[in-house]
C-alpha cells in the first residue's frame, strides 16, 4: 500500500487549499469530498476579499484578514502557474455606502483607527460617490473608498484548486463520504468512507458548516450553516467600476459582465429553498443604491451555507486527539482567509507551532470547564 501521511476531509475552499499547501511540502495527502470540489460555499460565495471593510474592531481576527490579505498575490500567481487558469483577481476596492447617520458614524470610527494603522480608507461626500462610481444613483450620505480591497472569481479559483491539487499529486476523491474517525488510545487513526476505510497518521476536518458531522465528530464543534442567498445578473461591462457595498446589500461585477448581487444571512437549516423574502429584500437594497443596474438581465439565483461560530470566528488548530486537526467556520470570510489557513495549518502539522497564534481561534475554547 502507498503511504499515506494525511487525510483531508472536505473539498471547499479550506480543503483544497490545506491538501494543495502539504502536498506543495512534500505530504503524501488524501482529500475526500462528498460531492465535487467547491460544490457547496466555495463556489456559491461572491469572491470578495474584504480585510478591511468588514472587520469592525481590531484585534486577531483583523490581523488574520490582514495577513491573509497580503498573501493573497503571490499566492495567486503561484495557483495561476501550477493550474494555467486565470482566477480573476481583481484589486477594484470597495466602497460602503453609508444611508443612515449610525452608518456614517460607525463607518467614521472604522475609518479612524484602520488608517492610524497606515492602512488606506477615504471618505468620499455623496457629490464624490457619484463621480467616481457613476452607478450609484440613490440617496447616500457619503461614501467610505477601501481602495486596496479585492475581488476573485472564486468559481474559477475552485477549479484552479482542484488542477493544482492534482498536479501535486494529491489522491483527491470526490463523490465520497466519510461517515466518522477512527480513534485508538487517543489518537486518529484515519476515517470510514462509504468506500471503505482509510489509514492516515494526521486528519484534517475541513468540512465547513458540516464540520460537525452530525454529531460523529468526537469533540464539540458549535458549527452551524447560514444561509445566504445570491442572485447573478448580465450587465455591460464595467457598469461597475468598484464592489458597491451597503447594509443591505452588494454588488460585484466580473470581467465578462457578471454582475453578482447578495446576500442575506438567514438561520434555515440546510434548505438551500430561495425565498420571496430573500429576493425581495437582496433586490430592494440593490435598488436603493443604484437604478443603474435596472437594465441587467437575471441569469441564475442560488443558496449556500456559510459555516458559523456562536462567536463568528473560525476554528483552526490541533485538538486533543492526537493527529487531529480542524480548520472551519470561516463564516463570510473563507475566500479570503483560505491562503493563511493553509499556511498555518501546514506549519502547524509539519512543526507543531504556527504563526501567528492560533489561541483565539483553538477548537478548545468551546470546551466547557
Ligand atoms: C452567499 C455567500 C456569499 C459569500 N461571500 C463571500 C465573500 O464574498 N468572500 C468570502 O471571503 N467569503 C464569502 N462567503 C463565505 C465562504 O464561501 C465560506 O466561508 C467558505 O467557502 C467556506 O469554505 P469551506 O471549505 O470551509 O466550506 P465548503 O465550501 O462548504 O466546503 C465543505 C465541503 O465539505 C463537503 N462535505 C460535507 N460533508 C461531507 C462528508 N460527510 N463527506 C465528504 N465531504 C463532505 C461538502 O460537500 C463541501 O464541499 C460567502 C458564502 C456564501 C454562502
Not at 480591497?149 to 493544482?164: H, S, W
Request: aromatic share 6%; with cysteine.
Amino acid at each position: 500500500m502507498s503511504r499515506r501521511d494525511v487525510i483531508v476531509l472536505g473539498g471547499g475552499i479550506i480543503g483544497c487549499a490545506t491538501a494543495w499547501e502539504l502536498a506543495e511540502r512534500g505530504k503524501a495527502v488524501c482529500l475526500l469530498e462528498r460531492g465535487t470540489v467547491g460544490c457547496e460555499a466555495s463556489t456559491a460565495a461572491a469572491g470578495i476579499l474584504s480585510s478591511q471593510m468588514d472587520v469592525e474592531q481590531p484585534g486577531p481576527f483583523f490581523e488574520l484578514c490582514q495577513a491573509s490579505r497580503r498573501l493573497y498575490p503571490r499566492w495567486i500567481t503561484r495557483l495561476e502557474q501550477h493550474s494555467r487558469i486565470s482566477v480573476g483577481f481583481h484589486v477594484d476596492g470597495i466602497v460602503f455606502l453609508a444611508v443612515t447617520e449610525s452608518e456614517e458614524r460607525r463607518m467614521a470610527r472604522q475609518a479612524r483607527w484602520q488608517t492610524a494603522r497606515g492602512l488606506r480608507v477615504e471618505r468620499w461626500s455623496s457629490r464624490e460617490v457619484r463621480r467616481r462610481e457613476p452607478s450609484v444613483d440613490g440617496r447616500v450620505r457619503c461614501g467610505f473608498s477601501f481602495p486596496t480591497e479585492a475581488q476573485i472569481d472564486n468559481g474559477r479559483l475552485m477549479q484552479a484548486l482542484a488542477v493544482a491539487c492534482r498536479k501535486a499529486r494529491v489522491d483527491l476523491r470526490e463523490r465520497t463520504t466519510i461517515r466518522r474517525l477512527r480513534i485508538r488510545h487517543g489518537r486518529v487513526r484515519g476515517v470510514e468512507t462509504d468506500h471503505g476505510p482509510l489509514e492516515a497518521p494526521v486528519v484534517v476536518n475541513c468540512l465547513g458548516s458540516w464540520a460537525s458531522m452530525g454529531g460523529a465528530f468526537p469533540l464539540t464543534l458549535p458549527v452551524e450553516p447560514a444561509r445566504g442567498q445570491m442572485l447573478a445578473f448580465a450587465g455591460p461591462k464595467r457598469l461597475l467600476r468598484h464592489v458597491v457595498m451597503s447594509e443591505r446589500a452588494y454588488a460585484v461585477q466580473r470581467r465578462d459582465g457578471r454582475v453578482l448581487v447578495g446576500s442575506t444571512i438567514e438561520r434555515a437549516g440546510f434548505d438551500k429553498s430561495l425565498t420571496l423574502e430573500g429576493i425581495h429584500a437582496i433586490l430592494c437594497g440593490i435598488r436603493h443604491m443604484s437604478r443603474a443596474l435596472d437594465r441587467c438581465t437575471f441569469r441564475e439565483a442560488w443558496a449556500g451555507f456559510r459555516p458559523s461560530t456562536p462567536d463568528r470566528l473560525p476554528i483552526l488548530g490541533s485538538t486533543p486527539i492526537d493527529g487531529l486537526y480542524v480548520a472551519t467556520g470561516h463564516f463570510r470570510h473563507g475566500i479570503l482567509l483560505a491562503p493563511l489557513t493553509a499556511q498555518v495549518l501546514a506549519e502547524l502539522i509539519l512543526t507543531g507551532r504556527s504563526s501567528p497564534d492560533l489561541t483565539p481561534f483553538s477548537p478548545q475554547r468551546f470546551v466547557k470547564k
